[in-house]
């Protein structure tokens, strides 16, 4: 049964008392605070560098992070290169020319090392460049929790299988968040990222075309919008041309993401089936439509639990002096 508005409030409440572990290791903000106490300073400011150079960038990093933590954990192991038995996460299929941002992340990890040499890992770096990207966008800040250590492998399979894809059903995609800890509430919210960025054109022709080649495959995609959406997008060819996610303002973390939504123009169907598939998901769109600083808030919060899946701690993994590799190679 659907919740009723103060219903999910009321989850969302109790969802905010939850204790930080998921299961993993022990994070707290303090983590650097004598080891490394520059490291968010450093971070913040490459991350504005970076995205003042270019604004696609925030999105680029934000998505990283979401990446890495939905295969084997928060672990950097999506920044691993192929080498010896390691098969990187790079080539998978959501990965494969669409994840970049990895020479952002090699140099805040060469300016980190210069600073506080073999003290802070490629995981946590990640941590900090995705809440910092969403900052910079003018989204919400939140503290991150650190103490995360590096992974030794990769996992193919893993990120072919574990992160939701966006032609994905809703029941799929919602499989996919619980696995690792994550509810329907923080699937809605982390959504949100998708207020920034921009996606591929074979991400989405499924939605403009049916099997004829004419007319709309998906009815629950505006037409008008459908329309501008082909020029760029033509049923064969252009795989790789780029649109916004929020046409209205890509480069601006803000909940116009689901005020689209709410009028049939959400690019990705796995971004329209939150408001079309489920009650419980299209009443939390329309929650953060109507009131964005609860979107900010719901965002953050589900950040840092998504941070806090199965983290390497203690003496698990290592802290990579290099993110493309492990420390033996």
């Known amino acids: 049964m659907a919740l009723s508005m103060s219903g999910i409030v009321a989850v969302l409440m109790v969802l905010s008392l939850a204790p930080l572990s998921l299961g993993g290791g022990y994070l707290c903000p303090e983590y650097y605070d004598k080891s490394c106490p520059q490291v968010k300073e450093i971070v913040w400011s490459m991350v504005a560098k970076a995205v003042a150079k270019e604004p696609r960038m925030a999105a680029s990093l934000l998505r990283l992070h979401f990446h890495d933590c939905f295969v084997k954990g928060c672990d950097a192991s999506i920044l691993l290169d192929s080498s010896g038995s390691i098969v990187s996460e790079k080539g998978s299929k959501p990965n494969k020319n669409s994840a970049r941002g990895f020479e952002v992340i090699d140099d805040i990890k060469a300016a980190v090392e210069q600073a506080c040499p073999k003290t802070v890992s490629c995981a946590d770096i990640l941590a900090l460049t995705a809440r910092y990207s969403t900052v910079v966008a003018g989204g919400p800040n939140w503290e991150v929790p650190l103490g995360r250590r590096d992974s030794l492998g990769a996992s193919l399979s893993g990120s072919n299988n574990d992160i939701p894809a966006p032609n994905n059903t809703l029941p799929t995609i919602i499989t996919k968040f619980k696995r690792q800890g994550l509810d329907v509430v923080d699937l809605v919210a982390l ?71 709410l009028v049939g123009k959400g690019l990705l169907n796995s971004d329209q089936i939150l408001f079309t598939k489920s009650a419980t998901t299209r009443q939390l769109v329309e929650l953060y439509a109507a009131n964005i600083g609860i979107f900010y808030d719901h965002f953050a919060k589900s950040m840092i639990k998504m941070g806090n899946i199965t983290p390497l701690t203690g003496l698990e993994g290592e802290v990579r002096t290099n993110c493309r590799r492990i420390n033996s190679s």
């Open 191 to 261: 959504a949100g990222a998708h207020t920034i960025g921009f996606s591929r054109c074979t991400s989405f022709r499924q939605r403009l075309y049916n099997q004829s080649g004419n007319g709309l495959a998906d009815s629950t995609l505006d037409e008008s919008y459908a329309m501008q959406l082909r020029w760029g997008c033509p049923r064969s060819g252009s795989d790789d041309n780029l649109f916004p996610l929020d046409y209205v303002s890509p480069a601006q973390f803000d909940n116009y993401y689901y005020k689209n939504i």
